[in-house]
């Protein structure tokens, strides 16, 4: 196989072809090819003492057992580059935000000996992005670097400059968002957002175990709501199906089996959406948050489809709880799951979302779930009922193709419904 020369790396853009993909010099960046035999034998292999690649002795490619495959693979560490997203320059560029903000990280910084990203060339690429980009869609930040070059007066440094920057990047060790924040963890199971399990309770990487948003609280944050969430660390699978097993969210909600605690549902929901309505973005200019671009309050804008600041911010809750029963639906195995119904109380400035178990109200939430949708609901009483006993439900459910359930036994339904008899 010695035939076969190395794959290149830095070979030339198709986009540019005067241009290379890693650096312009034109030395080649040259792989090493790994050969896999039939039965799963690789040609070499990583030394774990020296981190560097030997020949795997037990490599010998015969008819029996012939090359069926080969791989060479690259990894680059993004979180060494500057994200063209949030980067902007320092004081002198005209930033007025805190030195901890990521826009303090300085474009400029980017020149060598042919080429640099000048204070121009920051503001320009800084004012491209947020202006009006809460209010609109028109400049919605740069999904790769080479999206950057819609900017022309900083087109050829971008350019030049495409092996140091990124559009994404982020610091997985601290934890924190761009406001220097927790940053959320779409799960709710706390081993799979990097908890560990002391003994007697799980805490986070900062040691500590608190809910999200409250006192002495555990970071990262995840979607903390199960009242049990089990002491193993990083289960492989949900197992079980009795009503009290700790890892799968999509168990019913309801206090009935004391599933999920909705103390904790109310720190995870309400520090989401407090994240939603932070307006000290530091990306944007001016006093913006994602209510202000998904629910702009105000008669005149939407066609007034949101008439007040309280709706908008009610919006924002629903967004939240959503958020929440999408990642109970993506983590459990159930074909039903039932969404969470919640009481919004408001006492001063406090905000609370307890379990609802009476008749929806206008302070009443519903989560979006992979719950059925029911086409219709007939019930029958017999002659002369006059107090609470047995009726008959007809409930017709709408199961569009490839919804996914393909069967499901009624005996794991429970109903409570409130039904006038008139005597």
């Given at each position: 196989?010695?035939?076969y ?55 010998n ?30 004081a ?14 300085d474009?400029t ?33 740069f ?53 560990t ?11 500590l ?18 009242t ?20 799968d ?38 006093a ?17 489809q ?83 006993g ?7 459910v ?26």
């Amino acid at each position: 196989m010695s035939g076969y020369s190395a794959p290149d790396l830095n070979v030339a853009s198709t986009r540019d072809p005067t241009e290379h993909i890693i650096s312009n010099t034109g030395n080649p960046l040259n792989l090493n090819w790994v050969y896999v035999t039939q039965d799963g034998t690789r040609s070499q292999y990583i030394n774990p003492f020296t981190y560097q690649w030997v020949a795997n002795p037990s490599y010998n490619p015969t008819t029996a057992n012939p090359v069926v495959g080969r791989f060479a693979y690259w990894a680059d560490d993004e979180s060494s580059k500057i994200n063209v997203n949030t980067a902007w320059g320092r004081a002198d560029v005209g930033n007025t935000n805190s030195v901890a903000s990521p826009t303090m990280v300085d474009l400029t910084a980017l020149q060598d000996s042919t080429n640099q990203i000048t204070t121009a060339m920051a503001n320009g690429l800084h004012t491209y992005l947020t202006t009006n980009n809460y209010a609109t869609l028109n400049n919605p930040f740069f999904d790769s670097p080479e999206q950057a070059r819609q900017v022309s007066a900083s087109a050829a440094a971008v350019k030049h400059f495409k092996s140091e920057i990124t559009s994404y990047n982020h610091d997985l060790n601290s934890g924190l968002n761009m406001f220097n924040q927790p940053r959320f963890v779409l799960t709710t199971r706390p081993d799979r957002a990097g908890w560990t399990y002391n003994g007697s309770k799980w805490v986070g990487v900062n040691g500590l175990s608190g809910n999200p948003g409250t006192t002495n609280a555990g970071t990262p944050y995840y979607l903390r709501i199960l009242t049990n969430e089990g002491t193993v660390s990083a289960p492989d699978s949900i197992s079980g199906s009795a009503p009290n097993i700790a890892d799968d969210p999509g168990l019913s909600p309801s206090p009935a089996n004391k599933h999920i605690d909705y103390t904790k549902v109310n720190n995870t929901l309400n520090t989401l959406v407090s994240y939603i309505q932070r307006t000290d973005w530091p990306i944007t200019s001016g006093a913006s948050s994602f209510q202000n671009k998904l629910y702009p309050a105000g008669s005149n804008l939407s066609g007034g489809q949101y008439p007040s600041a309280a709706v908008a911010a009610a919006r924002c809750a629903q967004l939240a709880i959503n958020i929440i029963e999408y990642v109970r639906c993506k983590e459990s195995p159930q074909q039903i799951v039932a969404p969470m119904r919640l009481y919004q109380t408001i006492s001063g400035s406090a905000t609370n979302y307890t379990y609802n178990s009476s008749l929806p109200n206008g302070n009443t939430f519903f989560g979006t779930t992979r719950a059925p949708l029911i086409n219709e609901l007939g019930t029958w009483l017999p002659s002369g009922t006059t107090s609470v006993g047995y009726s008959l439900f007809y409930v017709e459910v709408y199961n569009p193709v490839n919804y996914g359930i393909v069967n499901y036994s009624t005996t794991n339904i429970t109903m409570s419904v409130p039904i006038p008899v008139v005597l």
